[in-house]
């Protein structure tokens, strides 16, 4: 079964979008640094999925690319999977464009793969899955 496990939203500042968060009640989690996408995040909980909020480490990034052509604003949609691999392999097959191949691990040791905006409707999807057993 598919779910929206994410929101993605970039943010020139991490701590400011948490204040925002937090002053309409809400809980966010602590801050998390994924190196490979030199990025720094917070994560806020809500019933059944979350809002990732993404700060740049670095302006030669992602996320930093994506502020300096866009600015502020929804980054990602992300679709929970329970088999990530299986997924992959067949959206391929199909013609479906990645952005990478390579099956990353990211905030929580959950799994996850971009699919190019070109093959989703001009979304930038990300397929991501729980993190294996004893991570």
């Given at each position: 079964?598919?779910?929206?496990?994410?929101?993605?939203?970039?943010?020139?500042?991490l701590?400011?979008?948490?204040?925002?968060?937090?002053?309409?009640?809400?809980?966010?989690?602590?801050d998390?640094?994924?190196?490979?996408?030199?990025?720094?995040?917070?994560?806020?909980?809500?019933?059944?999925?979350?809002?990732?909020?993404?700060?740049?480490?670095?302006?030669?990034?992602?996320?930093?690319?994506?502020?300096?052509?866009?600015?502020?604003?929804?980054?990602?949609?992300?679709?929970?999977?329970?088999?990530?691999?299986?997924t992959?392999?067949?959206?391929?097959?199909?013609?479906?464009?990645?952005?990478?191949?390579?099956?990353?691990?990211?905030?929580?040791?959950?799994?996850?793969?971009?699919?190019?905006?070109?093959?989703?409707?001009?979304?930038?999807?990300?397929?991501?899955?729980?993190?294996?057993?004893?991570?």
């Amino acid at each position: 079964m598919f779910q929206i496990d994410h929101l993605g939203i970039a943010v020139k500042s991490l701590d400011k979008a948490k204040q925002f968060y937090e002053l309409m009640g809400m809980h966010v989690m602590p801050d998390e640094i994924v190196e490979g996408e030199k990025v720094r995040l917070a994560m806020v909980p809500l019933d059944g999925s979350r809002i990732e909020l993404l700060e740049p480490t670095e302006a030669d990034s992602p996320i930093g690319r994506f502020l300096e052509k866009r600015g502020e604003g929804l980054h990602h949609v992300a679709l929970h999977v329970d088999d990530l691999a299986g997924t992959m392999e067949r959206m391929k097959a199909a013609g479906t464009r990645f952005i990478s191949d390579e099956i990353k691990v990211g905030a929580g040791g959950h799994l996850y793969v971009f699919v190019h905006p070109s093959s989703a409707g001009g979304v930038l999807l990300e397929l991501c899955e729980d993190p294996p057993a004893g991570v």
